[in-house]
Nanobody, 119 residues
């Protein structure tokens, strides 16, 4: 069974930076997408950024130019470098893994890590 564990969240001032990490453990197959979603109070969960094992990225318009997603395929680890943080970035950030095999589109979620941007 796949388990995802996030780390790196915390409190940061506007304009500051944080780096989130997510490690996938268990029996991980090679063709997948890993990424980050976030959910603020009273709002639906939204995509932040995803990155496939093949190198295809997808960013939310609100974070383009500020956030960078990267991954180490061999270690099944994904990172999110967040720069120029804004108060509206405050949310619980969830790690996600989705299989891209034609026969397997299973999706897994971490428990989340809190990011708070405030003075």
């Amino acid at each position: 069974q796949v388990q995802l564990v996030e780390s790196g969240g915390g409190l940061v001032q506007p304009g500051g930076s944080l780096r989130l990490s997510c490690v996938a453990s268990g029996n991980i197959f090679s063709l997948n997408s890993m990424g980050w979603y976030r959910q603020a109070p009273g709002k639906q969960r939204e995509l932040v950024a995803t990155l496939t094992t093949g190198g295809t990225t997808n960013y939310a318009d609100s974070v383009k130019g500020r956030f960078t997603i990267s991954r180490d395929n061999a270690k099944n680890t994904v990172y999110l470098q967040m720069n120029s943080l804004k108060p509206e970035d405050t949310a619980v950030y969830y790690c996600n893994l989705k299989y891209l095999f034609p026969w397997n589109n299973d999706e897994y979620w971490g428990r989340g890590t809190q990011v708070t941007v405030s003075s």
